[in-house]
C-alpha cells in the first residue's frame, strides 16, 4: 500500500472492490481499486432512513453516466439521466472561438432511457424523436465510446468517439448522511475515469476531429441524496507542461455533504499511468450564487488554491412534481495549482474548467 500524507485517510486509499456494493443490506463505503461488478444500491437496507418504505427505493435512487470530451475547439458535457421518474439525455459543447453554449435536452419516457446497471459491460441509452445516444462501457479493458446525435433550437449535433483509460480510476462511495446510533446512510457511489479521446465531433455540419491533446472523463453516478441536496464541482483536464514535458494531465474536485470530508470524498489528481486522492475542498461563490462569475476553490492545507473565472454558463431547472432542481454548468478558464501527496504542485494557469453548482429538493 501507499505511503500517504496525514492529511489522506487510511479511507481514501483505494482498496480491492467487492464483489458487490452492498452486501447483507449494508452498503461498503471506501475508496476502490476496480469498477464495481455489481452496484446493487437497490439492496441496501433502509438507505434513506427508517421512515422510507422500500417501495420508495427506486424512486429515490438518482442515477447518471456523463461522458466528457475536451477538444481544441471546446469541450462537451453529455449525459444520460434518470432521477425519479424524469429521464433524459443532454448534449452541452461550449465553443472556445464563439465563446458561446450549444445545448440539447431530450426528456423520454422511462421505457425509453436505460442507465447502465455496472461499467464492466453494460450501457447507457436514450432515444426521442429527435435524438439518439448510447455510451458503452468496458471498464475492465479499460475502454468506452459512445455514439448518438440530437437536433433542436441550437441545430444538429452528432458525436462518434472512443476512450481509452490513462489513468488509475477513482472509484468512491460516500455517505450523506447518519442515523441515530452513527451508522451511515444516503450512500453515493462515483466512479470517474480519465481517458485518452479519439474520434469526432459534428455541429451543424462542421467537423471536429480529436488530436494528440484530445482527452475525456466519463462519470458514473448512482446515489441516495436526502430531501434537500446540493454539491459544486470543479474538473479541468488536458496537456499542462510537467518538468519540461508536455505530459497529460486532470483534476476533480467536489463538495458534496458527505458527512465525513475526510474520509470520503472523491478529489483526484490524474497524471498519465498514475492518480494522487487530495484533501476536501471548499467553493466560495465570488458575487452570491444566481451571479457568480468567479469561484475560488481551496482546501485547509495548502494544498489546493484555484480561482476559476466564469464565461458562459448552461442553465438547466427541473421544476416536476415533488422534484425542485436548480442546475448550473459553468464554463471558463482557471489559475492556481493543485498539489499531489508527494508535495509536487502542479500549475493549472488558463486550462478549460467546467464546474457544476447543483441545489435538489426531491
Known amino acids: 500500500m501507499k505511503q500517504y500524507p496525514e492529511y489522506i485517510a487510511d479511507t481514501r486509499v483505494p482498496v480491492p472492490t467487492p464483489e458487490h456494493i452492498v452486501e447483507d ?10 469498477p464495481f461488478k455489481d452496484l446493487n444500491l437497490l439492496d441496501a437496507d433502509k438507505p434513506c432512513g427508517k ?54 435536452r431530450n426528456i423520454a419516457p422511462k421505457k425509453k432511457v436505460k442507465v447502465a446497471s455496472q461499467l464492466v459491460d453494460d450501457y447507457c441509452y436514450c432515444k426521442t424523436k429527435h435524438s439518439e445516444y448510447r455510451i ?25 468517439m472512443q476512450f481509452e483509460r490513462v489513468s488509475p480510476l477513482a472509484n468512491g462511495v460516500m455517505p450523506l448522511a447518519k442515523n441515530k446510533d452513527g451508522s451511515f446512510r444516503n450512500a453515493l457511489y462515483s466512479e470517474k475515469d480519465f481517458f485518452k479521446a479519439t474520434g469526432c465531433i459534428t455541429l451543424n455540419g462542421k467537423a471536429y476531429t480529436t488530436n494528440e491533446r484530445s482527452v475525456g472523463i466519463i462519470d458514473d453516478h448512482k446515489g441516495y441524496y436526502p430531501f434537500h441536496a446540493h ?72 494544498k489546493v488554491d484555484i480561482t476559476f473565472k ?11 412534481l415533488v422534484i425542485d432542481c436548480y442546475y448550473a454548468l459553468p464554463f471558463g478558464y482557471i489559475s492556481g495549482y493543485v498539489t499531489d501527496t508527494n508535495g509536487k504542485r502542479y500549475t493549472v494557469d488558463g486550462m478549460l474548467g467546467i464546474g457544476e453548482d447543483k441545489t435538489t429538493r426531491m
Not at 136 to 160: M, Q, R, V
Not at 253 to 268: A, C, K
Request: overall charge negative; some cysteine.
Open 25 to 34: 443490506g449494508k452498503v461498503h463505503f471506501g475508496t476502490f481499486d476496480a
Open 51 to 104: 421512515r422510507m418504505p422500500d417501495c420508495m427505493k427506486r424512486g429515490r435512487l438518482t442515477e447518471w453516466e456523463a461522458f466528457e470530451v475536451y477538444m481544441d475547439e471546446g469541450a462537451l458535457i453529455s449525459a444520460v439521466y434518470k432521477i425519479g421518474m424524469i429521464c433524459f439525455s443532454i448534449f452541452v459543447w461550449y465553443d472556445k472561438a464563439e465563446d458561446k453554449i450549444y445545448s440539447w
Open 136 to 160: 458503452n462501457n468496458d471498464f475492465l479493458n479499460g475502454k468506452a465510446d459512445a455514439k448518438g446525435y440530437t437536433k433542436g433550437k441550437n441545430g444538429e449535433f452528432s458525436i462518434e
Open 231 to 302: 454539491y459544486d464541482w470543479l474538473t479541468a483536464m488536458g496537456r499542462i507542461d510537467i518538468d519540461g514535458e508536455d505530459s497529460l494531465f486532470a483534476f476533480n474536485l467536489t463538495r458534496n455533504q458527505s458527512v465525513d470530508q475526510d474520509h470520503y470524498n472523491e478529489n483526484v489528481i490524474w497524471l498519465k499511468g498514475e492518480s494522487y486522492p487530495m484533501p476536501p475542498v471548499t467553493f466560495e461563490h465570488k458575487n452570491g450564487k444566481k451571479k457568480a462569475d468567479e469561484w475560488h476553490v481551496r482546501d485547509e492545507h495548502g
Open 310 to 320: 466564469i464565461k458562459k454558463v448552461f442553465y438547466m431547472p427541473i421544476h416536476a
